[in-house]
């Protein structure tokens, strides 16, 4: 098995544990182990279970698997670890849990970390597919803080801002053709994987600054943004009118 070096020699035992069992009582339909959640990604604390998706045959995804504040297996199919849910589907809140996790087995000739690799990015056409749900969204939040921030109402300016700080990342992210991470991961994503189009730190502080309701930092991220010569994304700003345009700009 393929372990990160972050995890201890007590957590590596008792997956080797769980995975000699399940091999003993499954044979062939055994497939193989990834590690997500936050030892997965080495960010594990005392209090931290092992999150370990094991990877079985169809007839025996309904088997139970154990589960507790140590060890939590969780059984997929390979089928489903190679389906792609879209945004707004029930499954998409899932999607980041497999990026960027290490696949500790695989029992299928490099099958299962295919799949893993795959959730993790967003295709050309899933991007686009974001963009025209979740663009828009986090324009009309900007917006609305930079006028409630222009009438004075700093309270308002700054909930709508921290509001839209999941459309935002949902759109920078994708423009880079990754899933966004849940936020717990987010500054660790950001340093272990950046990416192409933000600096991480600029990018952490720009959050922050939202989080403040900062009017040229979400002015300058609206900039940013627009700075793309994707069709989706100039289509959608053309959709917004010049006096929209006079609070987004000043």
């Known amino acids: 098995m393929k372990f990160p070096e972050t995890l201890s020699a007590e957590r590596r035992a008792l997956i080797e544990d769980a995975a000699a069992k399940l091999q003993r009582e499954y044979g062939a339909g055994f497939l193989g182990m990834v590690l997500s959640g936050s030892a997965g990604r080495g960010l594990e604390t005392e209090r931290s279970d092992l999150d370990v998706i094991v990877v079985v045959t169809p007839e025996l995804v309904e088997r139970p698997l154990r589960r507790d504040t140590e060890l939590e297996l969780l059984p997929v199919t390979l089928k489903h670890l190679e389906t792609l849910a879209t945004f707004g589907d029930s499954q998409w809140g899932y999607r980041w849990s497999y990026a960027w996790a290490p696949t500790l087995l695989d029992n299928t000739g490099g099958l299962i970390e295919a799949a893993v690799e795959r959730q993790t ?13 979740r663009l828009d969204a986090w324009i009309n939040l900007a917006y609305r803080s930079l006028k409630s921030a222009r009438d004075g109402n ?11 700080i999941t459309p935002f990342l949902d759109v920078v992210f994708a423009l880079d053709g990754q899933v966004r991470p849940y936020s717990k991961y987010l500054s660790w994503a950001l340093h272990r994987h950046p990416l192409q189009s933000w600096p991480t730190d600029v990018l952490l502080e720009t959050i922050e600054q939202y989080l403040a309701g900062d009017p040229e930092s979400i002015r300058q991220s609206l900039r940013h943004v627009q700075t793309s010569d994707l069709p989706i994304v100039q289509e959608t700003f053309n959709g917004w009118t010049a006096t929209q345009y006079d609070a987004l700009r000043r």
């Open 154 to 164: 700093l309270l308002a300016a700054r909930m709508d801002a921290a509001e839209a």
């Open 121 to 133: 990015r967003l295709s050309a056409e899933e991007a686009v597919a974001l963009l025209e749900q």
